[in-house]
């Protein structure tokens, strides 16, 4: 059974960072394409950030270019988000998903396996 656990989330002031962890379990890691995704309040889930099998590619939303950094250690089995330079508008529960996709897949119907997911709260 497919286990991904998020880690990481807390409460933090603008223009802070968090990072968040995801760690995989009953799949094998390394042939998934592992991505984030956020849900606000009152929101549709959305794409944050995804990274290959290998990581030699990622692929992120433009909301978060620049300042989210995703990767991953096939190694133990988990994939991380460092989150900097904050904003309000970051506040959602942060959640990883697994595509057997070679590449960064974007959409939510691309992933297999989801966690149940992280709260980050930024307050303004």
């Known amino acids: 059974q497919v286990h991904l656990v998020e880690s990481g989330g807390g409460l933090v002031q603008t223009g802070g960072s968090l990072r968040l962890s995801c760690a995989a379990s009953g799949l094998v890691f390394s042939t998934y394409t592992m991505g984030w995704f956020r849900q606000a309040p009152g929101k549709e889930r959305e794409f944050v950030a995804a990274?290959?099998?290998?990581?030699?590619?990622?692929y992120y939303a433009d909301s978060v270019k620049g300042r989210f950094t995703i990767s991953r250690d096939n190694a133990k089995n988990t994939v991380y988000l460092q989150m900097n330079s904050l904003k309000p508008e970051d506040t959602a529960v942060y959640y990883c998903a697994a595509s057997p996709l070679e590449s960064a897949a974007p959409h939510l119907y691309e992933y297999d396996y989801w966690g149940q997911g992280t709260q980050v709260t930024v307050s303004s």
């Open positions: 990274i290959s099998w290998s990581g030699g590619s990622t």
